[in-house]
């Protein structure tokens, strides 16, 4: 019975989203509500503005800059993450104890 | 690994695979690519290193020391650039107004402050990429 209920609810909400999918704009449609001014200005205007003839990268590194930035600190974030968790053993034994050591007088 | 076939193409190979990674960052402005994709292939070419001639010379290589510099250093260097901009004209991160020379479309040295950016970039993808690497190996080993 909860199976029977959990398909109907997946079928349901699968039939939402591929009516959805239908009603989106056809690749390249020139009335797409993605191709408006701002597409436009990169075109037309992003090599005197930035001087790059890479559009991507002068969205990438000059319109979006600050946005790309926050990229890099993600990847600074989970550096820091996973450095902090799983910490290479390179202190020597008289500064402290390693990780070993602490997990075997923890258990 | 000890297999001399694997290790001979790996020598050959990794100085031309981290070539191509400078040259898709150094043209991050001219041709598809940039920081994130020169910055892949540079990592990758060292986590190749390590998967064949083993964690230890791999250190020796990129030790923790280094992968600390350039992680900080490529980000502040990213900040550093933002910062001239917020100096020189009020904005953070400003290109050509706060005075990056322009130069002429296409050329290497053009675009203001998008190769250094992208330089930047390149170096904290590449040295993510190989710390993450090199500490979950390690971690296997103990």
């Given at each position: 019975?909860?199976?029977?209920?959990?398909?109907?609810?997946?079928?349901?909400?699968?039939a939402v989203l591929a009516y959805n999918i239908l009603e989106m704009p056809r690749g390249g449609d020139i009335?797409?509500?993605?191709?408006?001014?701002?597409?436009?200005?990169?075109?037309?205007?992003?090599?005197?503005?930035?001087?790059?003839?890479?559009?991507?990268?002068?969205?990438?590194?000059?319109?979006?800059?600050?946005?790309?930035?926050?990229?890099?600190?993600?990847?600074?974030?989970?550096?820091?993450?996973?450095?902090?968790?799983?910490?290479?053993?390179?202190?020597?034994?008289?500064?402290?104890?390693?990780?070993?050591?602490?997990?075997?007088?923890?258990? | 690994?000890?297999?001399?076939?694997?290790?001979?193409?790996?020598?050959?190979?990794?100085?031309?695979?981290?070539?191509?990674?400078?040259?898709?960052?150094?043209?991050?402005?001219?041709?598809?690519?940039?920081?994130?994709?020169?910055?892949?292939?540079?990592?990758?070419?060292?986590?190749?290193?390590?998967?064949?001639?083993?964690?230890?010379?791999?250190?020796?290589?990129?030790?923790?020391?280094?992968?600390?510099?350039?992680?900080?250093?490529?980000?502040?260097?990213?900040?550093?650039?933002?910062?001239?901009?917020?100096?020189?004209?009020?904005?953070?991160?400003?290109?050509?107004?706060?005075?990056?020379?322009?130069?002429?479309?296409?050329?290497?040295?053009?675009?203001?402050?998008?190769?250094?950016?992208?330089?930047?970039?390149?170096?904290?993808?590449a040295s993510t990429m190989i710390t993450l690497f090199h500490t979950l190996i390690e971690e296997e080993d103990?």
């Open positions: 019975m909860k199976k029977r209920l959990k398909t109907i609810l997946f079928l349901t909400l699968f009335n797409s509500p993605a191709y408006n001014e701002a597409t436009e200005h990169f075109i037309e205007k992003s090599e005197s503005e930035t001087g790059a003839i890479n559009i991507i990268g002068a969205i990438l590194t000059d319109y979006r800059a600050f946005d790309t930035l926050g990229e890099t600190i993600v990847l600074f974030t989970s550096i820091v993450a996973v450095v902090s968790v799983l910490r290479p053993d390179a202190k020597p034994e008289s500064e402290g104890k390693t990780r070993k050591e602490e997990m075997e007088d923890a258990s | 690994m000890n297999n001399l076939i694997v290790s001979t193409i790996t020598r050959m190979v990794v100085p031309f695979i981290q070539l191509y990674g400078i040259y898709i960052i150094l043209h991050g402005h001219i041709s598809p690519g940039g920081g994130f994709s020169g910055g892949a292939l540079i990592g990758t070419s060292l986590i190749l290193y390590t998967l064949v001639f083993g964690v230890k010379k791999a250190e020796k290589k990129f030790s923790h020391r280094v992968s600390e510099i350039a992680e900080s250093g490529g980000i502040l260097l990213y900040i550093a650039v933002g910062l001239i901009g917020m100096i020189v004209a009020g904005s953070f991160l400003t290109n050509l107004g706060a005075g990056f020379p322009k130069g002429t479309p296409g050329e290497l040295i053009s675009a203001g402050m998008i190769p250094i950016l992208m330089i930047g970039i390149g170096i904290k993808v103990v």
